[in-house]
């Protein structure tokens, strides 16, 4: 039953991996602004299509997706 | 009326049919073009009509040119690599976020760039070989996010952002859950071999969790509470700390002589809420800035001559910081731009709008020779002046230099929760003392258990958090409706207010006049499609609106047209003559027409016509005043004393006094410093003050008053210091507002009798002796999220009559 302290080990542990990626997470100011990236990652990908070879510029995105008023 | 494919304005001028889309102006059509061109249109599928209208702003930026000033405006500077951040008042919607984090699309020569939506903020990485900042500021420009860069950012120190209370919570969650797993099996007490034999490790590693958030998260209680106890207050802070100090010692020693669990879940579990209640508390509106000067107001830098040769072709000019602007420099401003320093007029025709200033709503006209101040803003070509002052020394500046400004506001007022702790840690203290002297004499082993159980469940924890739950919820209410409070103690300041006094310019008027009667011989329809054709060449603010209503008429092309600052306009149309202006320009025979004399007092409004056949009359213009004025003092007039104070003449004595209540007190001809100190003697005879003003001229009664509100047409320009700021097409709600935080402050004593009925459970089991651990476990917990439920739940049903104010 003294595995028990082992796995009592493992959890802190991993409990404190958590705890440090957090902290981290702060440091790099993750939670400075809670809003922008969720309207960020409503944006439609758009196609990459080759123009001329080497530069590429991004077509016309798709316009009957409208997305919903977001404020 | 078409509606602008670009802006959503209506097309009034005229509109451009560009691509089979209607647009407003020129403006507009560029920056469609320029998306366009760039593939970036789907701009538009992302907001109907997201743009904004582009400013002019040819010879605005030029000072980016200046080396000393880029450089104290870029983050980052190395390897041609260049990082800056500017405030962009007009992000607004997503498709601001996204044709703005594509501007890499615009212009190779940008990397990246990334939006701060809250903050109204853009951070843009640039290559420095390819691009200058200049350009960058351009590139925004056209597309209509025009950056303000004022005199506060110049020199800007990294800012500090504090994320302490971030931390401190991620340190009391993590280690609150982790001892919630720990100490559950012990909550159910069950006699199990392995239970036995493991619990003193489960008990340890409880204590060693809670040391971190005792002595890291729970810091500020105890600072709190002795700087509260230094200066003889029992704030709530003090019930707190002894709270927290007394779970803490107790269940130490209980681990320590192996009496028990302890107290460590209740204990972390309860400086977790706290401290969410303090993070829900701290919501702040980061993109307006409540505590702004001079600085955010002024430009950066202005025109300066070197050579002062006075033969103007080969004047040489350069952009100069407005810090080292010293006396008898020669600096040129042109239209629309603000004079930042007290100067002398050399040349050029001076006419100075200072109603930001001194309330005044009628731009002046100066001579050659006159005194400038700073702070006014020019508004009819460019003048070259002479500086007397250096900024710091100025005018404007001087005015905040009022003691008022550095005094804390808040520091003055006992908020309700530091009321009620005062009586609740005295009764709990009272109550603790009694039982255990109880104790004493028929148990004594019981004694000391019963003493620390009933300060541990008097733990104030729920009446902590009724405030900023409440609060925090009204003020999140408040700025969906455009009401923009600078913290939530505002709030239950609003609630105390018996006296609201306002300001006339700019506050209870919009900043267009725009009800114009005419006063005289009707013109005849020559004479009146001469008018305006005249008007239409001018571009005084008064031709302007003038012009607005009187469009219909045809217009022809005019054979002479010349225009005298400050005092009128004239225009020849095949040998009819038209004069338009104040009264001594217009009329050189001086007979003496009824009209003129009844409104040439000097304090209205007025242009006067006359023609070819004499004098003919003059247009009065009356300030329009804000819709929903006549409803807000109606409202009002009950529950509060309303006085205004304005820094104008008395023109409009009768129209407001029929607006107002009879009772209302009407003052003209106001001082700034008037202001300042008839709200000092209000307060002295024991009144609470609201201030609702607009302008620099309001601000040292606004910082005086108990709470100030500026109102704004648009927040995003800039306003004087203050505690709230309301949008203007909210000023009908102003009463609703009042309510509200009187409600809020009934829900919060509401709570404070709900909580009090936790404690006298809580009470009950603590006195007989009976707390244990896993009592405390769920009576703390279940006592605090039924506050914030409570609250929550409540100050939303009061956000919906703002709502229905509405329609």
């Known amino acids: ?71 | 009326m078409e509606s602008c494919y670009h802006c959503g304005d209506q097309c009034r001028e005229r509109v451009i049919s560009h691509c089979g889309k209607n647009f407003c102006c020129n403006g507009c059509k560029t920056v469609f073009d320029i998306l366009q061109d760039h593939d970036l249109s789907y701009y538009y599928d992302l907001e109907l009509n997201p743009g904004t209208t582009p400013s002019a702003f040819e010879g605005k930026f030029d000072f980016l040119e200046n080396e000393t000033i880029v450089a104290s405006l870029l983050e980052f500077d190395e390897q041609d690599t260049q990082i800056v951040s500017f405030v962009v008042p007009n992000i607004h919607c997503s498709s601001c976020i996204w044709v703005l984090e594509n501007l890499n699309k615009l212009h190779s020569g940008i990397k990246t760039t990334q939006v701060n939506f809250p903050e109204k903020t853009v951070r843009i990485t640039y290559d420095a070989k390819a691009y200058s900042l200049k350009e960058v500021v351009t590139l925004l420009c056209r597309i209509g996010y025009e950056p303000s860069i004022a005199l506060e950012d110049f020199n800007k120190k990294e800012k500090n952002i504090d994320r302490s209370l971030i931390y401190k919570l991620g340190v009391a969650g993590f280690a609150f859950g982790n001892i919630m797993f720990l100490s559950f099996p012990e909550y159910f007490e069950v006699n199990e071999f392995w239970l036995e034999q493991f619990k003193h490790v489960f008990r340890w590693l409880m204590f060693a969790f809670s040391i971190p958030v005792v002595f890291y998260s729970g810091r500020d209680y105890f600072i709190s509470a002795y700087k509260g106890l230094r200066s003889k207050i029992l704030n709530i802070d003090v019930p707190i700390a002894i709270g927290i100090a007394v779970l803490f010692i107790r269940s130490t020693a209980e681990v320590a002589m192996g009496w028990g669990t302890g107290f460590f879940d209740s204990l972390t579990g309860l400086i977790f809420f706290l401290l969410l209640g303090r993070l829900f508390q701290q919501k702040t509106y980061s993109f307006l800035s409540f505590e702004r000067d001079y600085k955010s107001y002024f430009p950066i830098a202005v025109t300066r001559i070197l050579s002062l040769d006075t033969s103007k072709n080969n004047q040489k000019e350069e952009q100069a910081q407005v810090y080292e602007l010293k006396k008898g420099d020669r600096i040129l401003i042109r239209n629309g731009e603000l004079i930042p320093v007290d100067a002398i007029l050399i040349n050029g025709d001076a006419l100075i709008d200072y109603s930001f200033v001194s309330g005044e709503a009628e731009p002046v006209a100066k001579q050659s020779g006159d005194k400038l101040f700073a702070g006014g803003r020019q508004q009819a070509g460019i003048i070259e002046m002479e500086v007397i002052k250096p900024v710091e020394q100025s005018y404007l500046t001087q005015l905040w230099s009022n003691e008022v400004f550095s005094k804390n506001k808040t520091s003055s007022f006992e908020n309700l929760t530091n009321q009620i702790s005062e009586r609740f840690t005295l009764g709990i203290l009272s109550i603790a003392i009694i039982a255990t002297i109880f104790w004493i004499v028929f148990e004594p082993s019981k004694a000391i258990n019963v003493f620390t159980a009933v300060l541990i469940v008097a733990c104030p924890c729920a009446i902590a958090l009724a405030a900023p739950f409440t609060l925090g919820n009204l003020l999140r209410v408040f700025g969906k409706h455009k009401f923009y409070v600078k913290d939530s103690s505002i709030i239950e300041q609003m609630a105390h207010v018996d006296t609201i006094v306002f300001d006339k310019t700019g506050t209870l008027t919009t900043n267009e006049k725009s009800v114009i009667s005419y006063e005289g011989v009707a013109l005849n329809a020559s004479e009146k499609s001469l008018l305006t054709s005249t008007l239409r060449a001018s571009n005084h603010p008064l031709s302007r609106a003038l012009y607005d209503i009187l469009k219909e008429n045809n217009i022809q092309t005019l054979d002479e047209f010349e225009e005298v600052v400050g005092k009128g306009i004239s225009g020849v149309y095949q040998k009819e003559r038209i004069k338009i202006g104040s009264y001594a320009f217009v009329d050189e025979e001086e007979d003496n027409l009824q009209t003129h004399l009844n409104f040439n007092d000097n304090k209205h409004t007025t242009v006067h016509i006359s023609t070819n056949n004499g004098y003919k009359g003059c247009y009065v213009f009356y300030n329009r005043y804000r819709e929903g004025v006549r409803q807000v003092f109606d409202q009002l007039s009950d529950k509060a004393e309303i006085i205004i104070l304005s820094g104008d003449n008395d023109g409009e004595k009768k129209h407001l006094q029929h607006l107002l209540s009879k009772k209302a007190k009407l003052l003209f001809n106001q001082k700034p410093e008037d202001k300042l100190n008839y709200i000092k003697n209000l307060q002295d005879k024991g009144k609470n003050v609201m201030m609702v003003g607009d302008g620099l001229n309001d601000s040292g009664a606004l910082a005086q008053s108990n709470v100030g509100v500026v109102v704004s047409e648009n927040i995003n320009v800039f306003s004087p210091a203050s505690d709230g700021i309301l949008d203007a097409k909210r000023f009908k709600d102003l009463y609703t507002f009042l309510t509200l935080s009187k409600n809020g402050i009934s829900v919060i004593k509401w709570s404070f009798i709900l909580s009090l009925l936790y404690n006298l459970v809580g009470l009950g089991f603590a006195v007989t002796g009976n707390l244990k651990p896993v009592v405390a476990a769920i009576l703390m917990p279940l006592s605090s999220i039924s506050i914030v439920i409570f609250t929550t739940v409540v100050t939303y049903y009061l956000g919906l009559k703002l709502k229905n104010s509405n329609n």
Request: net charge positive.
């Open chain 1, 1 to 71: 039953m003294s595995i028990i302290y082992m796995l009592l080990a493992i959890s802190v542990i991993v409990a404190v991996v958590f705890f440090a990626a957090f902290v981290l997470s702060v440091k790099n100011g993750q939670y400075d602004d809670t809003y922008t990236p969720s309207v960020r990652m409503l944006f439609d990908d758009e196609l990459v299509k080759d123009k001329k070879p080497a530069t590429k510029k991004p077509a016309t995105p798709n316009t009957n997706n409208h997305n919903p008023k977001l404020n």
